[in-house]
């Protein structure tokens, strides 16, 4: 018996529990798609509040809860079956059922990662509480990579919880040792602070930012401190073959900076993915 899987399962459930977790990570991605929109504008809100003083009126604030989904070109609630995660996007064909605008491809593209990512976890760990841990940190990690590429944000009221929840998981030992979590998430911190500062010292210039410190700090915490230099290795690889790839196309120039966050976290899935349990 896998030692992910609590109880002898019969083969037939643990055939439905794959397509199950998809059905889930569809609705949380559609969930994610929400927050990837909208916790960019309560971060911002709450800085230009704070400058301000508070002197806006608090009903003002952009919450992840409210008002319920709407086109951002014409402002149509969007109700009823327009909802369903993917299907809504594709009786649409792609485009709002009030004003015909494009909706964007990110809301099917991160609904159909978020399902591909559950049931790829519960397919390596196997129902169980491994395996919705996982389905929490892909959840998390998809929505930080989105942010980063869209904002050059990785906000810490994810990172900070994702760290804290790492090592509160693994003080169960469900992907590695309590001290392989702490060693981790410091090592992972202190790693990335020390390339940032010599970076700084012998150029001049900014290169990682404290975002992905916190990042990899959250990724050692969850799986410990021998996945730092393979998710390194993978990050590190990953940025420079996207990098190249954009400054070819033109699409970027050579000293624009561009963010770390999206291969941190595409690294933290795959050492997530290829690693066992402890």
């Known amino acids: 018996m896998d030692p992910s899987v609590p109880f002898d399962f019969h083969p037939v459930l643990l055939d439905a529990a794959i397509p199950l977790a998809a059905l889930l990570g569809l609705a949380v991605g559609s969930w994610l798609t929400t927050v990837v929109d909208r916790l960019p504008r309560i971060l911002e809100y709450d800085w230009d509040e704070s400058s301000r003083e508070g002197r806006r009126d608090p009903a003002s604030r952009p919450s992840l809860w409210r008002p319920a989904c709407r086109c951002p070109a014409c402002g149509g609630a969007i109700r009823g079956?327009?909802?369903?995660?993917?299907?809504?996007?594709?009786?649409?064909?792609?485009?709002c059922g009030d004003c015909g605008a494009r909706i964007a491809w990110r809301y099917p593209l991160i609904e159909a990662l978020t399902a591909a990512l559950f049931a790829l976890c519960v397919w390596h760990y196997g129902p169980g509480p491994a395996a919705l841990c996982a389905m929490a940190l892909a959840a998390a990690l998809v929505a930080l990579a989105w942010i980063d590429a869209e904002t050059g944000l990785l906000p810490d009221l994810i990172t900070l919880p994702l760290t804290w929840a790492g090592l509160l998981v693994n003080a169960f030992?469900?992907?590695?040792?309590?001290?392989?979590?702490?060693?981790?998430?410091?090592?992972?911190?202190?790693?990335?602070?020390?390339?940032?500062?010599a970076f700084r010292w012998a150029t001049g210039r900014e290169g990682i930012g404290y975002g992905d410190f916190k990042l990899l700090a959250a990724l050692g915490a969850w799986l410990g401190l021998?996945?730092?230099?393979?998710?390194?290795?993978?990050?590190?690889?990953?940025?420079?073959?996207?990098?190249?790839?954009?400054?070819?196309?033109?699409?970027?120039?050579?000293?624009?900076?561009q963010p770390f966050g999206p291969y941190l976290a595409l690294a933290g899935i795959v050492a997530l993915l290829v690693t066992g349990l402890p």
């Open 173 to 197: 030992h469900v992907f590695t040792s309590p001290e392989q979590a702490i060693l981790g998430a410091a090592i992972g911190y202190l790693f990335l602070w020390a390339l940032h500062h």
């Open 226 to 257: 021998g996945a730092l230099p393979m998710m390194l290795i993978v990050a590190s690889l990953a940025g420079v073959a996207v990098g190249l790839g954009l400054i070819l196309a033109r699409r970027v120039g050579r000293d624009q900076p």
């Open 81 to 95: 079956w327009r909802r369903i995660p993917l299907a809504g996007w594709a009786g649409l064909r792609g485009r």
